[in-house]
């Protein structure tokens, strides 16, 4: 088989939780050699990630409070390119592990930062989590009906989408690296990507200096042609109907030419009429037969999948972006493929998540320890 475009890429993650694993599995998806960190057993009560975030990686439980933990831990940051951590800010640099430190052991290093909030500022050592990111970012704020509260959105953005972007981070450092022979330090904050994910509604603040509500704007439901619309079996069909063309399409097709040179209602009784009329338009038929009459015609319909149908999905399947666990290997199950689709160097899922632990042997023989001591000492690093 050809060789992944990131072969020769070695990464030590230590980050358990939030985007690390994210990232991770998607430079492991290209080839990068991902040693995963982990700390000794505690009877079962460890956090592990599902097995499709752990996927093209490998794992090693380290004792880092112990001397020999140390000393591995010292060899395995000699040899690798990045060094991705995920500890409150400043507890790397208690634990020996910041920047600064790694740099001794390997100048061109690359040490990246993975936090919520930033490793500097007012709310650096807040407790929080996903929601909480959302929320300072403004993405709540933005999500439900006009007349109701802020909602919670169904999954877990500034993770999902920090590990797509610190994916990113990781190549420009490492890219950079290539061209300078300088290793750099990259402070992550999940809520930078959330603020850059927001940057449209953040900058209509700053042109009109209003903050925009939900259910006023286009992309939240102001207008009939942008919006979700329940049919007669209780499933529904979003309409991204933006462009003239495609609304004048779609409302010859569902019997409303009337509103075809009024996409952008000048009154609020006008919008909302032509809302409450495209609401019993689409009671009247179940959600496949829409899609049967309007989804390749033009108009920027689609269904509104359930989970259980995006994997499923005749689409998704035929592109590769759902793998069946028969396209991978024995032992694999259906998920998600790769994130990237490229012509020469594609992705590929070479093995299955690892057990924790599992490559600590092996990872400690690449390491140059003596075959004979290798087991006594990997007893010595993984135990409490």
């Known amino acids: 088989m050809a060789n992944l475009p990131l072969d020769g890429l070695r990464i030590l993650d230590l980050a358990r939780l939030g985007p690390g694993p994210h990232a991770s599995q998607i430079l492991g998806d290209f080839g990068a050699d991902i040693v995963k960190v982990e700390p000794p ?3 079962g009560r ?4 599902p097995d499709v975030l752990r996927r093209n990686t490998r794992s090693m439980r380290l004792n880092l409070k112990k001397e020999e933990g140390r000393e591995v831990f010292e060899k395995l940051v000699a040899q690798v390119d990045v060094v991705v951590e995920g500890f409150r800010p400043g507890v790397a640099k208690k634990l020996g592990m910041d920047y600064d430190s790694l740099c001794k052991i390997k100048p061109d290093i690359i040490c990246v930062s993975l936090s919520g909030l930033g490793q500097e500022g007012p709310y650096a050592l807040m407790a929080a989590h996903d ?21 919670i959105p ?54 009109t200096g209003v903050s925009p509500q939900r259910g006023e704007t286009t992309l939240s439901g102001k207008y009939a042609f942008y919006n979700i619309y329940e049919c007669a079996d209780g499933r529904s069909v979003s309409l991204g109907t933006f462009e003239p063309w495609f609304w004048e399409r779609l409302c010859e097709l569902i019997g409303v030419p009337e ?5 952008y209602p000048d009154s609020e009784e006008e919008r909302e009429a032509q809302k ?29 999948l359930s989970l259980d149908e995006v994997m499923a999905n005749d689409h998704h399947r035929s592109r590769g972006a759902i793998l069946s666990g ?17 012509s020469k160097t594609p992705g590929r899922i070479r093995r299955a998540a690892p057990e924790t632990g599992a490559d600590t042997e092996t990872i400690l023989r690449e390491l140059g320890y003596a075959p004979e001591g290798i087991a006594a000492l990997a007893r010595a690093v993984t135990t409490l």
Not at 164 to 187: C, P
Not at 285 to 304: F, G, I
Not at 326 to 342: H, L, N, P, T
């Open 131 to 151: 929601l909480n990111y959302q929320s300072l970012a403004g993405v709540p704020h933005m999500t439900g009906d006009r007349d109701g509260p802020p909602k």
């Open 154 to 207: 169904g999954n877990a953005i500034a993770d999902d989408a920090g590990g797509i972007s610190a994916a990113l981070a990781i190549m420009i450092a490492v890219y950079h690296r290539q061209r300078t022979g300088e290793g750099q330090y990259v402070d992550f904050a999940m809520v930078d990507t959330l603020l850059n994910m927001m940057l449209l509604q953040l900058n209509e603040v700053q042109e």
């Open 46 to 49: 460890e956090l592990t990630m």
């Open 259 to 263: 509103f075809a040179d009024r996409q």
């Open 41 to 43: 057993s505690r009877g």
């Open 326 to 342: 028969s396209e991978i290997g024995r032992g694999f199950i259906d998920q998600v493929g790769m994130i990237y689709k490229f």
């Open 276 to 304: 409450a009329r495209l609401r019993e338009i689409f009671l009247g038929k179940p959600r496949d037969e829409w899609v049967a009459l309007l989804m390749l015609e033009d108009t920027c319909v689609s269904p509104v």
